[in-house]
């Protein structure tokens, strides 16, 4: 069953993604099981990441939180960004920042370091083992707790939950 | 319900146009990046998103498209980042500090 | 100095004899009556809603076996000017640990994308040619993102040769079951309901074939272009 | 209309690449540049104004099979370019990767990519 | 659709064509190739819109895809040319 | 009428691209540039009324002719820091 887990979560993956894209005809659903058990098959060793997905209520309560304090994360920091791109003076105060973060597994790291590029402001440049190092718009302080406290926290909260 | 999806559209529209013209202005690659590359993902979500409320049959399609471009850009973003650094190309004067290149000088080929 | 006053000659004698290809061209208002007829017989013979793959497959068929061909040739030319000799070059940069995890994760999402395009290419657009570069893709961003990225040349080999047997053993199909003069007519196969995915006969199976075939070719080529190890 | 002349124009500027330049890449760039024009301006002349694409779904019939392709006939552009150059692209892009591959191969034994060390295999 | 809903979309529309001609005056001037990148993925995303709101405007579903094949393929673009550039393609 | 005017503004776009990638000295630059022409003009198949192509072209355009060209360069610049002739 563990080594089963990541095959099967990309299984259920791309068959919900050929759902969306094709929808729910027979014929549609005979060639996305074909399509994606062989995808699956053949991908299993390379999607191990996948198996470090945690199932349980609490976890999945968390991904949907998480998925709201990203968005309103992404929204509140794309205007803090519009604001300084459309201010004449263009106060901005770059540098490259170095936080630290507690997750270990490879998925979680990636959403994490996704997440914090995707929001406008701050950008992973490189990870070393349990540093990121980050390029930041507006550096306010020289502390890496409080760099840390600022940019990283909010999110990993609810990532450790989910991915362990 | 129509008229939501355009003003929704327009906004998603502006934010494109922003992060343009922050590439335009920034004074390096980092800071480009900041705006150009990422304003502009929130830009073409709103975008869609207008276009899946304006005409409600294709929201499927739709949502697949936020869907791989949130998935695919931060990846491309991340990856030019960490080129910009190693192939040498300098912060700009403004920038306060930079702790990649205190821990790893070595890294950096400066040709 | 004569050299560029010849070019400059060479340039404008050439827009000069585009020019009347421009001014003279008037729009058409109406489909000429090939065209009509395609996009006719695309939907009452063939049952299939888009017209491009009828033209492609069935009735300009025997003309995209020969592309396919050509397309073999070329990949194939690529291969032998290029050597392949993996071991000696090692001193790539190492991908950041992001890229390859998403890597990872984004290659069987495009694969079943592709899938999807080329299964689909009666019903929307896409086809066999897209879908097969689409595959591509997903082996070149692994290709890209992890240095030591190994795959059986064989496998390709075997999957290219294989759907280009298919491909021509359908065509014969066709001849066999419905006579003379119906080499690669997909309508030995049932031609179904229409807008269904399992219809127009044998274009879908076709056009899967010609996807992978295009797809592992375009991979061969591209493992080839990489991996031209240092000097003789 | 506007696009036949932007093709035609990007062709003469990739011939006009292919005759200065030096380099053997930026001559292959220069072919790649005329492929893409050929490939505009025969698309450009399929084209009839207000007509759209023909694939023939809802929006164009709500009928099906040979009724479908009745009402279909007076309101899709011509197939036969989009055919015909659906499978140029890709040839293009195969026989691209081949020109380079024999610009690796010249570089190899005469070791420069200027089109002027090349004069002996002229003819 | 309305007059005002029509004329909202052609503002994007316009505001989005003023964003490609933005990215790329900045395409032109980029001291550097990464520049060049940056601008060459702002032009990307903004097309891909473009061909969104092409295929409102044209009322076909199907355009949709050519823009998902863009969505889920153009990143491969600037992952290579930053390989190049920091030495491990 | 709108789409007349996306029609010039993305033809005149991609002119000053091909004629930059002509122009310019660096040869990564000029690849940039085709790429851009190749996003353009897949557009511009979109506006023809043309989807196949335009998917098609998208598919080439965005990765494969671009990686292609960047093998060559590395393969020509690798042998040429290695041998410095």
């Known amino acids: 069953m563990r080594k089963l887990k990541p095959g099967i979560i990309l299984f259920i993956i791309l068959f919900v993604l050929w759902i969306i894209l094709a929808g729910t005809d027979r014929d549609e659903l005979i060639i996305a099981g074909v399509s994606s058990l062989v995808i699956s098959l053949l991908f299993a060793s390379k999607a191990k990441a996948l198996g470090n997905i945690h199932l349980s209520p609490k976890a999945i309560c968390c991904a949907f939180m998480y998925l709201f304090v990203f968005l309103r994360e992404l929204v509140k920091s794309t205007i803090d960004v519009a604001g300084r791109v459309l201010s004449p003076r263009l106060p901005i105060n770059p540098g490259i920042v170095k936080v630290h973060t507690r997750l270990k597994s490879p998925l979680g790291r990636l959403i994490l370091a996704n997440s914090i590029t995707l929001t406008p402001g701050t950008m992973t440049v490189e990870t070393q083992g349990e540093y990121f190092y980050i390029h930041w718009i507006d550096i306010q302080t020289d502390d890496i707790e409080t760099t840390t406290k600022a940019i990283v926290s909010i999110f990993e909260e609810y990532l450790e939950v989910i991915f362990g | 319900m129509q008229l939501i999806g355009a003003v929704i559209s327009l906004l998603g529209a502006i934010i494109i146009f922003i992060g343009a013209l922050g590439a335009f202005r920034m004074p390096d690659v980092y800071n480009r990046m900041q705006t150009g590359t990422k304003a502009t993902t929130l830009g073409s979500m709103l975008a869609f998103l207008g276009v899946g409320i304006a005409v409600p049959g294709w929201i499927g399609k739709i949502v697949l498209l936020v869907l791989f471009i949130i998935i695919t850009n931060p990846i491309s973003s991340h990856a030019l980042a960490r080129a910009a650094h190693y192939s040498g190309i300098k912060l700009t004067e403004k920038s306060v500090r930079d702790n990649l290149e205190e821990d790893y000088p070595d890294e950096v080929d400066n040709d | 100095m004569i050299k560029y006053l010849l070019i400059a000659l060479v340039l404008i004698g050439m827009g000069w004899l585009f020019l009347p290809l421009a001014t003279e061209y008037f729009t058409p208002t109406q489909l000429n009556n090939l065209a009509a007829n395609y996009v006719y017989g695309s939907a009452a013979d063939l049952n299939m809603p888009n017209a491009v793959t009828s033209v492609v497959v069935t009735y300009r068929g025997l003309d995209t076996l020969g592309e396919v061909t050509v397309l073999f040739l070329a990949t194939a030319g690529v291969g032998f000017f290029l050597k392949r000799k993996n071991s000696i070059k090692s001193k790539r940069r190492h991908g950041s640990e992001i890229l390859k995890s998403g890597a990872d994760l984004l290659a069987p999402l495009i694969i079943l994308f592709g899938i999807y395009i080329f299964t689909h290419g009666h019903l929307t657009p896409g086809g066999g040619f897209p879908g097969g570069v689409v595959l591509a893709s997903a082996f070149l961003l692994l290709l890209m993102a992890q240095e030591h990225f190994t795959f059986s040349h064989s496998v390709i080999q075997f999957t290219e040769s294989l759907s280009g047997i298919a491909y021509v053993f359908i065509g014969l199909a066709g001849l066999l079951l419905l006579g003379l003069n119906h080499f690669l007519d997909p309508r030995w196969l049932n031609l179904g309901q229409w807008g269904k995915l399992f219809s127009a006969g044998a274009v879908p199976l076709i056009y899967s074939f010609i996807g992978l075939k295009v797809g592992s070719e375009m991979s061969g080529m591209l493992d080839s272009l990489q991996s031209d190890g240092g000097d003789e | 209309m506007i696009i036949l002349i932007h093709g035609l124009m990007l062709i003469i500027i990739g011939i006009w690449a292919m005759l200065t330049r030096k380099n053997l890449i930026r001559i292959i760039i220069g072919f790649a540049i005329v492929d893409t024009g050929i490939n505009l301006v025969l698309v450009a002349i399929g084209y009839i104004k207000g007509k759209t694409a023909p694939i023939i779904n809802d929006a164009v019939s709500t009928a099906q099979g040979a009724a479908a392709g009745m009402q279909a006939v007076d309101k899709v552009v011509d197939p036969v370019p989009s055919a015909l150059v659906l499978t140029a692209i890709v040839i293009g892009l195969a026989v691209t990767a081949l020109m380079l591959a024999y610009a690796i191969r010249m570089h190899k034994t005469g070791r420069s990519l200027n089109i002027d060390d090349f004069e002996e295999q002229k003819w | ?89 | ?85």
């Open chain 5, 1 to 89: 659709m309305d007059s005002i809903t029509a004329i909202i979309f052609n503002t994007a529309f316009y505001v989005l064509m003023a964003a490609m001609a933005l990215a790329f005056v900045r395409f032109i001037k980029g001291p550097t190739s990464a520049d060049r990148v940056v601008a060459f993925d702002i032009m990307t995303i903004a097309g891909i819109s473009v061909i969104v709101f092409i295929s409102v405007i044209a009322q076909r579903v199907i355009y949709l895809d050519v823009a998902m094949v863009y969505a889920l393929l153009s990143f491969l673009g600037v992952i290579a040319v930053a390989r190049y550039l920091e030495g491990g393609l």
């Open chain 6, 1 to 85: 009428m709108i789409e007349t005017i996306l029609t010039i503004v993305l033809a005149i776009i991609s002119l000053m691209a091909a004629v930059y990638a002509v122009l310019t000295k660096k040869t990564l630059n000029a690849i940039i540039a085709s790429g851009i022409i190749s996003l353009l003009a897949s557009i511009m198949f979109l506006l023809v009324s043309a989807p196949d192509v335009a998917m098609t072209e998208a598919a080439i355009g965005s990765g494969l002719t671009t990686v292609v060209f960047l093998y060559a360069l590395k393969h020509i610049k690798d042998r040429r820091s290695t041998h410095d002739d």
